[in-house]
């Protein structure tokens, strides 16, 4: 039996969903508390991302936190590494190391790097932050999975302005070619890059014709929306010989009101003032 | 001595054997699998080969996905896109989570021939030892290049290995010892060291041949791992000979010459004389017109042995 079999087999209903709002909106809070202690990082795409991480890891992923190298385990790739304080923030509610490493973040010596670093955290299944990088390692990941005879799955999460890097492409290519049905790509679709909109500084779109161009079964959604992505979730684990790529709209800087869509939170740390306002919004004292 | 055969064919074999003993063997290609020699393993081992196609950054971080679950990766290409295309691949990926993959990359150096500049990578030494957790590894013949293909699956972590694309002659033997880091001395002499890697070892043992007429003594050293430098052999000889020459199938800027000459001035500065190709591109031409036209000769190691001897104090 799968370890989120309990999980799993819980009904959508309102009091589930509550509960999965009330972890993200912690792990939104912990998000802005440990990238205002460090004076840096990345607010924007961390919040955007927050829901998807949520649903992921407290309903469908099958993993074992006191035992991160599980060999049967579910993997998730962060390949937008810069949203690591969601990751961590993920990582630390699951109980995968202590949470008061959130406040060391960025800090000399830290368990939790600027971005996420294979070799200090457990969890973490690669190190990433150099965007392009994670679909490659996930394609290698569902390979090995699937030489072993293991039925894990894995997960790989990438940004929008990611797509703009060629090697997502190359690793697309290979994850059709070789009909890895185990692979899931989950895009957080938030329409911003560092430079500005998307489509200004280097069109990516129309993202789910190139996803569905390159041979995978793609299913949009909206990606605060926790039945929506965890109905996704479901639909992507359904054998069907191809790959399944998640395209989740979101809002950058979703859950705090002065960050939303605003592209100058993609990589700014906010102000003591800032955080207090942003932690009020989210309901905390 | 023995059979003359391509440093690239060592891999081959060396494959072979893996496959038939480690079920955990997993081998990549980039479209060249003939070329590389990871065809023979192909053959004998389909289910556990995979052909990335021609997208060698994502061949690259694939086999990082395949170590992180346990394999033991060979991946290959030539060397110019398995190091420069894919360097920050390298880095960022295999050597920032000490993936256990093996880079495997023929076609090093001016030897390709015809292929031309685009194709002869004479920069991979310099790219690859400035990675951290990176071993650099570059055999002398193929049979070296088969045993140092089996030690890189025997040890855990990054293994970067050069291979060569034409036929040269045996230097080494089944019995010759080949550990990591530990060079190889192939002849023994008072008067100067050659510390040779690759296709340059031949070269160098010719020299030492030639210098022994004129009455010099020449210690001969294959230097085949460059990371981690068996900087005990390198200090050794300097002391024992007060004058050294390396020479590498290889830009001067950050190869064997270099990783020498960091060793001695820190531990026995003595005169170092670098047989390599200065800062140029290389062009299409056959392997031993491009030898002679970039000064890469047993010749050009005789010259630099002189200059040396002549800087070497009283």
Known sequence: MRDTEKAATRPLNDSFIRELEERARVIRSNIIRMIARAGSGHPGGSLSVADILTAVYFTRLNHRPKNPRWADRDRFILSKGHAAPALYAVLGECGYFPKGEFLKLRKFGAMLQGHPDATRVPGVETSTGSLGQGLSVGVGMALAGRLDGKDYRVYVCLGDGELEEGEVWEAAMAAAHYTLDRICAIVDFNGLQIDGRIQDTMNPEPIPAKWEAFGWAVREIDGHDFRQIIAALDWAAEPKGKPSAIIARTVKGKGVSFMEAQVNWHGVAPTADEAKRALAELGEA | ?314
């Not at chain 2, 290959?76 to 691949?89: D, L, V």
């Not at chain 2, 340059?200 to 990371?227: C, Q, R, Y």
């Not at chain 2, 170092?272 to 200065?278: Q, S």
């Open chain 2, 1 to 314: 001595m023995g059979v003359a055969k391509a440093i690239r064919d060592g891999y081959g074999e060396a494959l072979l054997e893996l496959g038939r003993s480690d079920r955990n063997v997993v081998v990549l290609d980039a479209d060249l699998a003939e070329s590389t020699r990871s065809s023979v393993f192909r053959r004998a081992y389909p289910e556990r080969f995979f052909n990335a196609g021609i997208a060698e950054q994502n061949m690259i971080n694939m086999a990082v996905g395949l170590a992180l679950s346990g394999k033991t990766v060979f991946a290959s290409s030539f060397a110019i896109f398995a190091t420069g295309r894919c360097w920050e691949q390298l880095r960022n990926s295999v050597a920032a989570t000490r993936a256990n993959v093996k880079v495997v990359a023929s076609h090093g150096g001016l030897t390709v021939g015809a292929d031309g500049l685009s194709h002869q990578c004479v920069e991979d030494l310099s790219l690859m030892r400035t990675i951290p957790h990176f071993t650099v590894i570059v055999p002398c013949d193929w049979i070296e290049a088969k045993k140092a293909v089996l030690a890189a699956a025997r040890m855990q972590g990054p293994v970067y290995i050069r291979t060569s694309r034409p036929k040269t002659e045996q230097l080494t033997t089944e019995e010759t010892p080949f550990v990591i880091g530990k060079s190889v001395c192939l002849r023994a002499g008072g008067d100067v060291a050659l510390i040779a890697c690759g296709i340059m070892v031949g070269a160098a043992v010719a020299a030492a041949k030639a210098l022994a007429e004129e009455g010099i003594g020449a210690t001969v050293i294959d230097m085949h791992t460059i990371k981690p430098l068996d900087a005990q052999a390198v200090i050794a000889a300097a002391r024992a000979t007060g004058a050294l020459v390396t020479a590498e199938e290889h830009t001067l800027i950050g190869g064997l010459g270099s990783a020498v000459a960091e060793t001695v001035v820190g531990w026995c500065p003595v005169p170092v004389e670098m047989v390599g190709i200065r800062d140029r591109f290389g062009q299409s031409g056959e392997p031993e017109e491009l030898l002679r036209k970039y000064g890469l000769t047993s010749e050009e190691i005789c010259k630099a042995a002189k200059r040396a001897l002549s800087r070497k104090k009283g």
